[in-house]
């Protein structure tokens, strides 16, 4: 299976690019997981909030592929256990060649960005940083794998 993680923003600092490979690192090649970053795109008085973000939705869904499972980070979304995020990654991986998950940008998504996902997934209810999101994402993704592969790293 091929995670694709597609987030809106600016280049990472090393410090976010260090937490994040490291975990990538750690998943196995039938699990593998690529972060690739989408632009932000510019806002001005000129410019709405709404255009900036159907500039922004348009490049992730270019950069999504056709037959993927699409799920979009989002603070009022659907919050998942770490067991539950285990549970969807093993029907992932059994049904599921290609799953998109989106960060989006500053403002966030559009409510037709949303109704095109297939999931609406609640990292927490407080609003992070996009940079930090992507090493948490990526952190919960490495640990529902050890989860479905009986390792000890996760503890309940």
């Known amino acids: 299976m091929q995670i694709y993680v597609l987030a809106v923003g600016d280049k990472p ?3 976010i690019e260090a937490g994040v490979n ?3 690192e750690r998943m196995p090649r039938e699990c593998n997981v690529q972060i690739n970053t989408i632009a932000t795109a510019k806002r001005s008085k000129s410019q709405a909030i709404k255009q900036a973000q159907a500039q922004e939705q348009e490049l992730l869904l270019k950069h999504t592929p056709n ?3 699409r799920i979009a ?3 009022h979304g659907k919050s998942w256990t770490t067991i ?3 549970e969807k990654l093993e029907n992932w991986l059994q049904n599921f060649p290609v799953v998109t998950l989106y960060i989006g940008g500053p403002d ?3 409510q037709d960005f949303l109704d095109q996902a297939d999931f609406v997934w609640s990292l ?3 609003t992070m940083p996009h940079m930090l999101v992507r090493v948490l994402l990526v952190e919960q993704l490495y640990r529902a794998w050890t989860i479905i592969q009986g390792h000890p790293y996760h503890r309940e």
Do not use: H, K, M, N
């Open 124 to 126: 927490s209810t407080l």
């Open 22 to 24: 490291q975990y990538i």
């Open 108 to 110: 966030g998504f559009t």
């Open 67 to 69: 037959d993927s499972l």
């Open 73 to 75: 980070l989002d603070e």
């Open 84 to 86: 539950v995020l285990a």
């Open 13 to 15: 600092p090393s410090w």
